[in-house]
């Protein structure tokens, strides 16, 4: 969206453009049941319900997802203000994985900050991850190397260098170098994106980490945890929880990654030289 103002302009009163993010309502419908509505920016769809249906634990594999497709809907079918669209993304899963879907309590429109939204009790906050595979390359994430990565990350962040306001979740080799770069408005719905990505490529298990313009949440870390990321940087520092979950999960957990510093908050679990 392009919009013209005052905002900031000379004293003469010129004009100026601005270019703002776009930020939509869309509804994940999993065979035909719609289960979350999200705010998110328009682009790369698919990767992205394809992203939250694993790290959410609806689907175990990238093959329990059958189709997916999208359709716009209009202002008065989607029920929203006039000039508002929403889009809905329909996903066709497997029997095992929508039947499970079903006996979930949890009812969720869209995630808070917080990330738990709707959860019923302490119980359902659904913190546990699966410890990561152990990498014998975990250590070559070092400092050199996540900086690297982050030097590299304004350039490929092309949606927020005309907007100012989307998040990037980007995708590093053990070089340092940025291979994907995926933005949202919403840190959350960029990781999605990037896992969703990384998952139709059958790209999860190769070696590298995630780049996150965020803090260190514990629910970005958990969504790497359930697809086996086994290493996370940070621009902005983790929460204590985020920090914890990344032990429990034996994940590699790098913060406040602004040169020429970063902190590494979780070492990760090396592979053991006896096995």
């Known amino acids: 969206m392009r919009v013209f103002g005052e905002a900031g302009a000379p004293a003469a009163g010129l004009a ?16 035909g049941i719609s289960h ?28 329990d997802c059958r189709g997916i497709a999208q359709r716009r809907i209009d202002a008065r079918e989607a029920g929203l203000p006039e000039g508002i669209e929403g889009i809905e993304v329909q996903l066709e899963i497997s029997a095992r994985s929508f039947e499970r879907l079903k006996g979930r309590r949890r009812s969720m429109a869209g995630r808070t900050g917080c990330g ?5 009790s302490f119980a359902a906050l659904d913190l546990q991850s699966s410890p990561v595979a152990r990498r014998a390359w975990i250590e070559r994430v070092d400092l050199p190397t996540v900086l690297r990565a982050f030097a590299a990350l304004p350039a490929r962040q092309a949606l927020n260098a005309e907007a100012g306001a989307l998040h990037a979740a980007g995708w590093a080799t053990l070089g ?31 070696p590298g980490f995630v780049v996150l313009s965020s803090r ?21 520092a983790p929460t204590a929880m985020g920090v914890q979950v990344a032990q429990l999960a034996g994940l ?7 040169a020429p510093r970063g902190v590494l908050y979780a070492a990760g679990h090396a592979l053991d030289a006896k096995t």
Do not use: Y
Not at 44 to 59: H, K, N, P, T, V
Not at 217 to 231: D, M, N, T, Y
């Open 36 to 63: 979350a509505v999200m705010m998110a920016t328009p682009q790369d769809l698919e990767a992205f319900a394809l992203g939250f249906a694993l790290s959410e634990g609806i689907l175990d594999h990238v093959r």
């Open 176 to 206: 340092g170098e940025l291979t994907d770069v995926l933005e949202d408005v919403g840190r959350h719905n960029a990781l999605d994106k990037l896992l969703g990505t990384l998952a139709r490529a059958g790209r999860l298990s190769e």
């Open 216 to 236: 260190g949440s514990h629910e970005l870390v958990r969504k790497c945890a359930r697809l086996g990321i086994a290493a996370i940087a940070t621009i902005s």
């Open 252 to 258: 590699r957990l790098w913060g406040l990654c602004r």
């Open 116 to 120: 738990v939204c709707g959860v019923e």
């Open 16 to 31: 100026r453009g601005d270019v703002l993010a776009t930020e939509l309502p869309v509804a994940l419908v999993f065979n």
